[in-house]
């Protein structure tokens, strides 16, 4: 009879309802466990955001500092294309200081045709201004014959 009168006023909820009553205990475990766990997730979290706007910083850093030597580089490619002298085509004027008689540019390959404007580089070779400079810009070398127009120490710097 005791035990029939336990359950009086009991409504049965179903198997996934009907557990026991948790003790206070339980329950304060529970929560701060959960409470934990969310203090860790949160440190997680922290943490990685944390290494992540570091290593941006780093990049950001690293991207600039190239930034300014491809610009020191251009800067001076620049300017040692402005000290290269650069000459009016006029035909059959073969100067003495000419490397060799090509009549025509080895970057474009069009003949060289009257008052065009040429540009002589360092080993004598001469292109059109128009077609060289912004080879020159982008390689430094002589399209013919692989001569570094900055020279000796600077020729690793665009590497």
Not at 118 to 147: A, G, I, M, N
Request: one cysteine or more.
């Amino acid at each position: 009879e005791e035990e029939e009168a336990s359950w009086i006023g009991v409504v049965p909820l179903g198997e996934e309802q009907a557990e026991a009553p948790r003790s206070s205990s339980e329950e304060s475990f529970t929560a701060k466990y959960l409470q934990q766990l969310w203090n860790t997730i949160l440190l997680i979290a922290l943490i990685l955001c944390t290494g992540v706007i570091v290593q941006a910083q780093r990049q950001s850093r690293q991207d600039q500092s190239d930034q300014d030597t491809e610009l020191d580089l251009k800067q001076l490619i620049l300017q040692r294309l402005s000290a290269l002298k650069t000459r009016r085509y006029h035909p059959g004027k073969h100067l003495r200081s000419r490397a060799c008689e090509i009549d025509s540019c080895a970057v474009c390959l069009d003949q060289f045709h009257k008052n065009q404007c040429l540009r002589v580089l360092p080993c004598s070779h001469e292109f059109h201004r128009d077609c060289v400079d912004p080879w020159l810009l982008l390689q430094q070398t002589c399209p013919l014959c692989k001569h570094n127009i900055l020279g000796k120490k600077t020729a690793g710097l665009g590497a």
